[in-house]
Every structure is written in structure tokens, then in C-alpha cells.
């Protein structure tokens, strides 16, 4: 009997041994693959990444900005664990923070019939970090598709400007703060009627203070195609656009694509469908499929 159990005794230390060499083999092969997948990463961040700002515009346009804008000729490093932009869009909705920002509605109505609302972030009117607020510069900002004034990339480029000593407000597209559609008609990015509206009606409001244009993704193309039809007659002394594409077939051809149809573009489909849902047959002027 003990001649068994010291074979078995034996026997159960050599099974141990195997398996903790086994064990063992197997997280130096985890730590290996996960060094060399590190290193390959870093290897292409540092050769592929950085990247130097492209610049597109005349001589004497590229001049100011190099010398005004010295951030234009230094290197671009984006955060290393998360640089492609994709990830960056989806890593953004669960890291997002909102910063706290009042503000006061102004309903506009369209010439045909329609509304929209505008949000200013000025308490009540009158900027109290400006020698003077009737000429305090005012930054309109226009959100992206189905976005509004509670988007938080809006909320933190408002709470800069105002921090900056400007008055800010919010272009909230036809039914995209809630308020009812009254027209068939919403917004699209070649029509540019209803910026013209806001535009016009901010310059009668405050008509000394310079006004400027900030969009994004759509309103960003809204603010360039509403310069190259209205040009120095826009009434902005400057304007910028974030995510605006250069070819808007391309980008309709890549959301389009399997990965960006299933990330993005179902996303922004529904967004589009809940606001015809919510204005239009909310009110009884259909039937809801």
C-alpha cells in the first residue's frame, strides 16, 4: 500500500510539474505575442502617424496662417492608443464629458412657413467680459447631421468661447431640438436659406459686432457652401469647419461601405427617420409604417 501511494504521490508531482511548465510556457507565449504586437504598433505609430498639417490656400492666405498660426507647422501626434478616427468617433460616446452650459431659445420663422430655433449662450443678451456688448464678438455654431445644441462637442466649443470673452450661439436645424416641423421641408447641405435667415437676423440684432461661423461635419459643409454663394457678402469676418469632407460622393461611397455602414451610417439613418417620425406623423399627418 505505500509502495502505491508513494507511486501515486509521484506520479501527481510530476502531472503538477508538466503542468505549471505548460502554464508557464503558455503566458511567455502570451507576454511574446503581446511585446511583439506593442512594438509593431508603436512602430507603425511613429512611422505612419505623425503627420504634418496639409495646407490648401493662396500664397498670401498660407502666409497669414504660418504666421499667425505657428501650431500649422508643427507635427501632429494623436493619441497613441487610440489615433484611427473611426475609434476615436466610437471611444468618444463612453469618454464624453458635458460641461455645464445655459442657455436661452429664440424661435426663427422661415419665410415658407417653417421654424427654427436658436440658442444663445450670453447670459440673457448681454456679455459681461466684453468692454463693450454690443460689439462683442459673436461665434455662431452649427452642429452636425441631427445635432443640436446639447451635442457635447457643441457644449465644450461654447463654454471655450464664452471662456474667451465671446458671445456664443447655437443653429439647431429644422425639428432637431425637439421643437414641431411645421414644414415637409427640413434641412439639407445645399440649401442654405436658412443660415442666410440667421445670419441676417443675428447682423440686425448686434450690427457692430463681428460675427463668425464655426460648423461641423454638415454645418461645416452648410458654412462653405454658404460662402461660395454669398462670398464677401456672407457677413462673417472668419469662419472654420471641423469634419467636413472634400468629396461628398467619396463620402457617401465609404459610409456606405460594410464597417462605416454598420459603425456610422445606420446610426445617422435612424436619427433622420425618429425626427420625420417625431414632427410629422406625431401630428397626424400619417400613419406610421
Not at 503558455?26 to 496639409?54: E, H, N
Not at 419665410?111 to 459681461?128: F, I, K, M, V
Not at 429644422?174 to 435667415?197: P, Q, S, V
Not at 464677401?232 to 462605416?260: C, I, K, Q, Y
Request: charged share 20%.
Amino acid at each position: 500500500l505505500r509502495l502505491v501511494l508513494a507511486e501515486g504521490f509521484a506520479w501527481s508531482s510530476a502531472a503538477c510539474l508538466v503542468c505549471r511548465r505548460g502554464a508557464g510556457r503558455k503566458i511567455m507565449l502570451g507576454l511574446s505575442l503581446l511585446v511583439g504586437f506593442s512594438t509593431g504598433l508603436l512602430a507603425y505609430y511613429w512611422a505612419r502617424v505623425p503627420k504634418r498639417p496639409l495646407l490648401v490656400a493662396c500664397q498670401p492666405f498660407r502666409s497669414f496662417l504660418e504666421k499667425y498660426c505657428p501650431i500649422v507647422n508643427e507635427m501632429f501626434y494623436p493619441t497613441p492608443w487610440c489615433f484611427e478616427g473611426r475609434l476615436q468617433t466610437i471611444v468618444r460616446v463612453f469618454l464624453k464629458s458635458r460641461p455645464p452650459v445655459h442657455y436661452r431659445s429664440e424661435v426663427l420663422r422661415t419665410r415658407d412657413g417653417g421654424q427654427l430655433l436658436l440658442d444663445w449662450a450670453d447670459n440673457e443678451g448681454r456679455s459681461t467680459d466684453h468692454s463693450d456688448p454690443e460689439s462683442c464678438p459673436i461665434v455662431l455654431f452649427l452642429p452636425g447631421l441631427t445635432g443640436n445644441s446639447e451635442e457635447t462637442y457643441i457644449l465644450h466649443m461654447v463654454r471655450t468661447a464664452r471662456q474667451q470673452g465671446y458671445r456664443a450661439v447655437v443653429f439647431n436645424n429644422r425639428g432637431c431640438k425637439g421643437e414641431e416641423l411645421l414644414t415637409y421641408r427640413a434641412f439639407c447641405a445645399n440649401n442654405t436659406e436658412d443660415l442666410e435667415l440667421v445670419v441676417a437676423h443675428i447682423k440686425s440684432q448686434f450690427p457692430r459686432a463681428p460675427l463668425m461661423a464655426v460648423g461641423v461635419s454638415l454645418g461645416g459643409i452648410l458654412v462653405l457652401n454658404y460662402l461660395g454663394q454669398k462670398g464677401r457678402e456672407a457677413g462673417l469676418v472668419a469662419a472654420m469647419t471641423f469634419s467636413v469632407s472634400w468629396d461628398s460622393f467619396a463620402t457617401t461611397h465609404s459610409l456606405e461601405t460594410p464597417l462605416n455602414l454598420v459603425l456610422f451610417n445606420k446610426r445617422l439613418t435612424a436619427n433622420l427617420r425618429q425626427l420625420i417620425q417625431r414632427c410629422v406623423f406625431g401630428r397626424g399627418r400619417g400613419k406610421k409604417p
